[in-house]
């Protein structure tokens, strides 16, 4: 199946440090997503890309989808210690069936020292 | 604020019980999810159903299976917990109407020990 190489799988930083990670598939995706999951909590989105090329902020981060769709980065300014938790990239990909599902990278953990 | 509630944060069982775990949706999603979470593994996707009565496996559903009776609830079961499904279990939803569709609302999740 299609499978997505998320790296770093963890990243140690001072607050206030850049961050940048970023995922690569060998499948093309029509839609890439990231996904923020605080300690002890579910995933939540924090940004969307539908376009090759796509450039999007949200605040400070910022996620591009790859002009070959296979892959895609979030950068994260000026760190913060509530930026603290595990990302992922996913991928939508539409079943046999019709339906739409995701695929999920294995996460990079991220710890921000204060 | 929209809500994806499972009914318990933390489980115990024992090898060979049967488990039901519970997810409710107050946001009248068509789709809900069931996905398992593991260190260095990422999130899996065990089943998946995008209306009631009807399900489609995802990547992992050996050993699970699920029933959604009605459109806000779906349930994870486990026939006969093993060791090896000692894990977090995570549900979400999400619509089917364009350009809402590929986000997923997520509960907080079970983490689930079978001893």
């Known amino acids: 199946g299609q499978q997505l190489n998320q790296s770093p799988q963890s990243m140690f930083i001072q607050e206030g440090e850049d961050v940048s990670m970023n995922c690569t598939s060998s499948?093309?995706?029509?839609?890439w997503l990231w996904y923020k999951q605080d300690p002890g909590e579910g995933p939540v989105l924090l940004i969307a890309?539908?376009?090759?090329?796509e450039l999007t902020s949200n605040g400070r981060l910022t996620a591009q989808f790859g002009i070959t769709r296979k892959d895609s980065f979030l950068n994260i300014s000026a760190s913060i210690p509530s930026d603290v938790g595990i990302y992922f990239c996913?991928?939508?990909?539409?079943?046999?069936?019709?339906?739409?599902?995701?695929?999920f990278g294995k996460g990079t953990k991220l710890t921000v020292n204060p | 604020d929209v809500k994806v509630t499972q009914s318990s944060r933390y489980l115990v069982k024992r090898t060979g019980e049967k488990v039901f775990l519970e997810c409710v949706q107050d946001?009248?999603?068509?789709?809900m999810f069931w996905y398992r979470q593991d260190p260095g593994l990422g999130l899996r996707l065990i089943y998946f159903?995008?209306?009631?009565?009807?399900?489609e496996k995802g990547d992992i559903p050996e050993g699970y299976s699920v029933s959604r009776e009605k459109k806000e609830r779906f349930s994870l079961i486990l026939e006969s917990a093993s060791t090896n499904q000692t894990s977090m279990y995570l549900c979400?939803?999400?619509?089917?109407?364009?350009?809402?569709?590929?986000?997923?609302?997520f509960g907080p999740g079970t983490r689930l020990t079978v001893l």
């Open positions: 159903s995008y209306d009631v009565k009807m399900k």
């Open positions: 890309l539908y376009k090759a090329g």
């Open positions: 996913a991928g939508v990909v539409i079943t046999q069936g019709g339906s739409e599902k995701l695929v």
């Open positions: 499948s093309i995706f029509n839609t």
């Open positions: 946001m009248d999603h068509e789709n």
């Open positions: 979400a939803s999400s619509s089917l109407l364009a350009g809402d569709r590929d986000e997923q609302f």
